[in-house]
């Protein structure tokens, strides 16, 4: 459990943070996120930064129960399986990247996410 509160502690804020950042500027982000997908090499670094960070959660918390912490669980293996994908994939990933990009609501839904997951894991990291 402690492993659980302290990624808790660690990707709460920063989801929360990315959340509220995506809402507040969504003009910026869409401008910052267009021009990533459209850059391969900035997507390849994306993947040498992710995969090895969502391996590092997973490989710490592995922890498939029907509680609070399987958020960490999967979003470790969201990132790992991002992370690969970008570097082994670059081109798939960009296509979905402009899937997503593409949606009128996509960069306000994606916010919103962000902000959900962060608010819950703030919340048990720090209050609970």
């Known amino acids: 459990m402690a492993t659980s509160i302290f990624l808790a502690k660690l ?30 090499a900035l997507i390849f670094i994306a993947g040498m930064i992710t995969f090895p960070a969502g391996l590092a959660i997973v490989l710490t918390h592995n922890v ?10 999967v979003i470790g293996w969201l ?15 960009i296509k979905f ?11 306000l839904f994606g916010g919103a996410i962000w902000i959900v997951i962060g608010a819950i894991l703030t919340f048990f990291g720090y209050v609970r």
């Open 79 to 93: 990132i790992t399986i991002a992370g690969a994908l970008r570097l082994a994939a670059p081109h798939q990933a």
């Open 11 to 40: 990707i709460g804020p920063l989801a929360l943070a990315l959340g509220v950042g995506v809402l507040v500027n969504r003009a910026t982000m869409r401008a910052v996120l267009d021009e990533f997908i459209r850059n391969p």
């Open 97 to 107: 990247g402009r899937r997503v990009f593409d949606q009128p609501n996509g960069v």
């Open 64 to 73: 498939w129960v029907a509680s609070w912490p399987v958020l960490i669980t």
